[in-house]
C-alpha cells in the first residue's frame, strides 16, 4: 500500500522518515545528539524512558478490545514502513559506505607515513639549529669589527659618489639625462648643505650648482620650443619645479606659448569675416540664385521676385567657418587643456611640491586662459553669424550651429565648471532668435510685395473691372466677362502664396527643433524658441503685421480715396475675413503640431487674432464704401456745380453723367459680387421701377397731398417737409457695412445721393433746371432699386433731392410723369 502512494507525497514521505530516523537516533537539528532528555515518560514511545510492560498496562487498563485491536493494526504499519524505509536508505548509499570504509582504510596507511617524514623532519631541524649554534660561537668575536668595516665602506662609497657627482652631472647634461642630473642632485643636495662649511665641500656644492644651472636653462629653452611630445613637455615642467622653478611663472610661460600658437587661428577666422572687395561681392549677389523658399509670386511680366535679403559678404559659407573654427580652433583649445592639466593640474606631485598647492592655482589660471580666448572666438563666431541674413537656406545654418555646440562640449568635460559651453549655448540661442527675426522680416516683405504684385495686376487692362473710373473700360460685355474671374483668382493666388509661404517658413524653422540637432534638447527649444519665438514672434506677429498694414490702406483720406485702388481695398478686407473665419485657426493649429510646446506662458489667443482680422476687414470694406460713394459722389458735384439750372434749356434727354453713374455702379456690383455673397434684401414691389416723385413732398407717402397741390395753392411746403421728416427713419449715412454685397452697395449708394442732396441745396432752379433733376432723379430710380437692400431708401432720397429743388426754383413748373417715363425710356 506504501509502494503505491502518489509522487506527489514523496518529499513529505521523506521529511517524516528522516524525522522518525533522526527521533530513533536521538539525533538534532543539526545532527548532534541530544544530550538532554526531551520526556521522561515512560509511556511515550518515541522517548528514550519507554517501557513496553508500563505502556502495554496502561493500553489495556484504557483501551477496549477494539481499540487495542486498532492500535495493533497501526503499529505493525508503522513497522513495517520504518523497515522498508531503512531498507531503502541503506540500499540508496550502498556506494558511499563503500567508498568512505575504503577512505578509512587508506587514510590509517597515510598517516603511518607521515609520521615517518615528520620523524626526519625534526631530526634534521635539531641538527641545523646545532650546525647554526656552532657558527655563531665561532664568528662571535669578529661580527662587531664587520659591523664596523661595512660602515666604512658605506660612507666612502658616499664621499666617493658626492666627489664624483660634479662628473657624473655633466655628463648626464651632454647625454640629455636630465631626469638622471636632477635625481643624483637630489639625492646628494642635502648633504653638501649639511657640509658646506668644509671647503671640500663647499668646492663640490659649486659646482653642482653650476652645472644645474645651465641644466636649468636648458630645461627653459625647451620649454619655450613646445616642440616636443607632451610626454617630454611633462617631464620637463616636473624637473623644473624640482629645481624649484616657481611654479605660477612656468604655467604662465606655457599658456602664453599655447595662446601665441592659438592667436593664429583666431586671426585666421578674422580673415574669414572681413567684407569682400565691393565689386566681386556685388557681382555675387546679383548673380546668387534666388531660393524658391522666399521667392513672392512673380508678376505679369514674368521677372522674378525674392524676398531674400542680400547674402553674406564672407567668401565662405557658415558651416565652413564654423567646420574651420572647431578643427582648428577648438581642437587646439582642447589639446591645451588637456596637455595643461597633465603637466600642471592632475600630475601627481611628490615631496616638497605636494605641499605647494600647485593645482589650484594651476586651474584657476586655466579658466581664466580659456575664458578670455573663448571669449574672443565667440564674438568672431557672433559676427559671422550676422552676416547670415539670407534666408534661403536655413538648414546650413541650423547645422553649423549643431557642429559649433556639440564641439564645445567637450570643453565641458575636458573643464568641468567652466562657463564655455554656457556661452556658447547663449549664441546658439541668440542665433535662433535672429534667425526668427529674419524670416518675420521675410515674410513681411514677401506679403509686401505680394501686394504690389496685386496693384500692378489690377492696374492692367485686363483687370478693368476693378477700376471703376473711366467709362471707356466697361463699353463693352468683353472687359466684364475678362475680369469677371480675375479678382477671385487674385484672392485665391495672394492667399495660398502666403499660406504656402509660412508652411515653406515653419518647416525651415522647425530644424531648430528636429531631433537629430543636440542643442534642440535644451530647455529653450522644446519650450520658450516654440512658444514665444516661433508661435508669437513669427506666426503672430505676421498675422498682426497683415491686419496693420491693411488697416493703414485706410488711413489715405481725400476726396479720391488717396492712391489706394478700390478694388484692393475690397480684396483686401475679403482676405482678413477669410483669416478671421479659418486661415488664423488652421495657420496656428499647425504651428502647434509642428512645435509641440508646453504654453506655460501667456499667449495670443486664436480669438483675439481673429477678432483683429475682423476689425481689419470691417475698416477695410468701410473704407472701401467711402471710396467708392466719393468717387461716384465727386461726379454728381462736378455735374450739379457746373451747370446754370436758371438758365438751362428744357430737358429732352436724361444727362450723360447719369447714366455714367449708373454704369459705375452696376460694375462696382459686379465687382463686390466677385467676392462677397448677395445678402438679404427687402421684398420689392411690382412698380419698384416706375415710381413718380412729387415735387413738394419729401417721401411717397405724401404723394396723395401731391393731387390736391397746385403752384397757386397758398400752402408752405417747407412745413409740410419738416413735418414729415419728423417721422420718417433715420438714414445713417456712414454706417458700418455687413459682408454681403447688398449691404456695401446700399452704403455707396446712400453716400453718392446724399451728395447730390447736398449739393442742390447750394443752387437755385429754374423751371427747366428743376424739370431736369425730375428726369434725372427718375432715371436713377429705375436703376438703383435693385442695388440696395431697402427700395424705399432710395426712393426717400431721391424724393429729398426732387422736393429740395423744388424748394429752390424760382417757377417751380414740374414735368408731367408721362412725359418723364417717355424720356428716361428713350434715354
Not at 488664423?584 to 499647425?590: A, D, E, F, M
Not at 506662458?601 to 467711402?626: G, M
Not at 461726379?635 to 450723360?656: C, F, G, H, Q, Y
Request: hydrophobic share 35%; charged share 25%.
Amino acid at each position: 500500500m506504501e509502494a503505491e502512494a502518489p509522487a506527489s507525497e514523496d518529499p513529505g514521505r521523506k521529511r517524516r522518515v528522516h524525522g522518525m530516523l533522526k527521533l530513533y537516533y536521538g539525533l538534532n537539528e543539526e545532527g548532534k545528539a541530544d544530550e538532554e532528555s526531551q520526556s521522561l515518560d515512560p509511556c511515550d514511545i518515541n522517548g528514550p524512558h519507554f517501557d513496553p510492560e508500563h505502556y502495554l498496562n496502561k493500553l489495556r487498563k484504557e483501551c477496549s478490545l477494539a481499540e487495542l485491536m486498532d492500535q495493533e493494526t497501526c503499529m505493525v504499519k508503522q513497522i513495517r514502513s520504518l523497515d522498508s524505509d531503512m531498507q531503502t536508505l541503506v540500499y540508496e548509499n550502498y556506494n558511499k559506505f563503500i567508498s568512505a570504509t575504503d577512505t578509512i582504510r587508506k587514510m590509517k596507511n597515510d598517516f603511518k607515513k607521515m609520521e615517518d617524514e615528520m620523524d626526519c623532519l625534526s631530526a634534521n631541524m635539531a641538527a641545523i639549529t646545532d650546525f647554526s649554534a656552532s657558527i655563531s660561537g665561532t664568528l662571535e668575536d669578529q661580527h662587531a669589527q664587520i659591523t664596523k668595516l661595512s660602515g666604512v665602506h658605506t660612507l666612502l662609497r658616499k664621499l666617493q659618489f658626492l666627489f664624483e657627482l660634479p662628473a657624473r652631472l655633466n655628463k648626464c647634461l651632454e647625454l640629455q639625462a636630465y631626469s638622471q642630473a636632477v635625481n643624483s642632485h637630489r639625492r646628494a643636495r642635502c648633504v653638501l648643505q649639511q657640509y658646506s662649511h668644509m671647503p671640500s665641500f663647499k668646492g663640490i656644492q659649486d659646482d653642482c650648482h653650476a652645472i644645474m644651472d645651465k641644466l636649468a636653462q636648458e630645461l627653459r629653452q625647451k620649454f619655450r620650443d613646445g616642440g616636443s611630445s607632451a610626454k617630454d613637455l611633462s617631464e620637463c615642467v616636473e624637473l623644473l619645479l624640482q629645481l624649484d622653478e616657481p611654479a605660477e611663472d612656468l604655467c604662465e610661460k606655457y599658456l602664453n606659448h599655447a595662446g601665441s600658437r592659438l592667436e593664429l587661428d583666431l586671426q585666421s577666422l578674422e580673415a574669414e569675416i572681413r567684407p569682400s572687395p565691393p565689386g566681386p561681392a556685388v557681382k555675387d549677389s546679383s548673380t546668387r540664385r534666388p531660393s524658391p523658399s522666399v521667392t513672392a509670386r512673380s508678376p505679369p511680366d514674368g521677372t522674378a521676385k525674392t524676398s531674400a535679403l542680400p547674402s553674406p559678404s564672407s567668401n565662405t559659407d557658415i558651416l565652413e567657418f564654423i567646420d574651420r573654427g572647431c578643427n582648428e580652433f577648438v581642437s587646439s583649445l582642447c589639446l591645451v587643456i588637456t596637455s595643461y592639466q597633465e603637466l600642471f593640474v592632475n600630475h601627481a606631485q611628490k615631496g616638497e611640491l605636494a605641499s605647494k598647492n600647485i593645482p589650484q592655482m594651476a586651474n584657476s589660471k586655466l579658466h581664466a586662459f580659456v575664458d578670455d580666448l573663448a571669449a574672443r572666438y565667440f564674438s568672431l563666431v557672433e559676427r559671422r553669424i550676422k552676416e547670415e541674413k539670407g534666408v534661403a537656406d536655413n538648414s546650413l545654418l541650423v547645422r553649423a550651429l549643431d557642429r559649433f555646440f556639440r564641439r564645445l562640449q567637450a570643453i565641458s568635460k575636458l573643464l568641468p565648471g567652466s562657463s564655455v559651453p554656457q556661452q556658447g549655448t547663449e549664441i546658439v540661442v541668440r542665433a535662433a532668435t535672429e534667425r526668427v527675426k529674419q524670416y518675420l522680416a521675410a515674410l513681411q516683405s514677401f506679403y509686401t510685395d505680394s501686394l504690389t504684385d496685386v496693384r500692378q495686376a489690377l492696374a492692367t487692362p485686363r483687370l478693368s473691372l476693378a477700376a471703376p473710373g473711366g467709362g471707356s473700360h466697361f463699353g463693352g460685355p468683353a472687359s466684364g466677362r475678362d475680369g469677371a474671374g480675375s479678382l477671385p483668382e487674385l484672392l485665391s493666388s495672394l492667399s495660398a502664396s502666403i499660406l504656402n509661404q509660412i508652411k515653406s517658413v515653419l518647416a525651415s524653422v522647425h530644424l531648430f527643433t528636429a531631433k537629430d540637432i543636440t542643442f534642440s534638447n535644451k530647455p529653450y527649444f522644446k519650450g520658450e524658441f516654440c512658444c514665444q519665438g516661433v508661435r508669437e514672434s513669427l506666426i503672430v506677429g505676421f498675422i498682426k503685421f497683415v491686419c496693420q498694414s491693411s488697416r493703414q490702406f485706410c488711413e489715405s483720406a481725400g476726396d479720391k480715396g488717396g492712391s489706394t485702388p478700390p478694388a484692393l481695398l475690397l480684396l483686401l478686407s475679403r482676405l482678413c475675413l477669410d483669416y478671421e473665419t479659418s486661415t488664423i485657426s488652421y495657420i496656428l493649429t499647425l504651428t502647434d503640431e509642428q512645435f509641440l510646446a508646453q504654453h506655460h506662458n501667456p499667449v495670443t489667443a486664436v480669438t483675439a487674432l481673429c477678432a483683429e482680422a475682423r476689425e481689419a476687414a470691417q475698416k477695410l470694406l468701410n473704407h472701401y464704401v467711402k471710396v467708392q460713394g466719393l468717387i461716384i459722389s465727386q461726379m454728381l458735384r462736378k455735374s450739379v456745380e457746373t451747370r446754370d439750372w436758371v438758365n438751362t434749356i428744357e430737358p429732352r434727354n436724361v444727362r450723360a453723367v447719369m447714366k455714367r453713374v449708373v454704369e459705375d455702379t452696376t460694375s462696382i456690383d459686379v465687382q463686390v459680387g466677385l467676392l462677397y455673397e448677395e445678402g438679404v434684401r427687402k421684398a420689392h414691389s411690382s412698380d419698384s421701377s416706375k415710381r413718380t416723385f412729387s415735387v413738394y413732398s419729401s417721401s411717397r407717402q405724401q404723394t396723395r397731398y401731391a393731387a390736391s397741390y397746385t403752384p397757386s395753392a397758398p400752402m408752405d411746403t417747407n412745413l409740410l417737409s419738416n413735418i414729415h421728416k419728423l417721422f420718417s427713419e433715420r438714414i445713417d449715412i456712414f454706417s458700418s457695412v455687413e459682408f454681403n454685397k447688398v449691404s456695401v452697395m446700399t452704403g455707396i449708394i446712400k453716400i453718392s445721393l446724399k451728395t447730390f442732396l447736398e449739393c442742390v441745396r447750394l443752387r437755385t432752379f429754374g423751371r427747366y433746371g428743376l424739370q431736369q433733376i425730375q428726369v434725372d432723379c427718375h432715371y436713377l430710380q429705375m436703376y438703383l432699386w435693385r442695388f440696395v437692400s431697402d427700395e424705399n431708401l432710395v426712393h426717400f432720397l431721391l424724393d429729398e433731392i426732387v422736393g429740395s429743388s423744388a424748394h429752390r426754383c424760382l417757377d417751380p413748373a414740374p414735368m408731367e410723369q408721362s412725359v418723364i417715363e417717355v424720356i428716361c425710356e428713350r434715354g
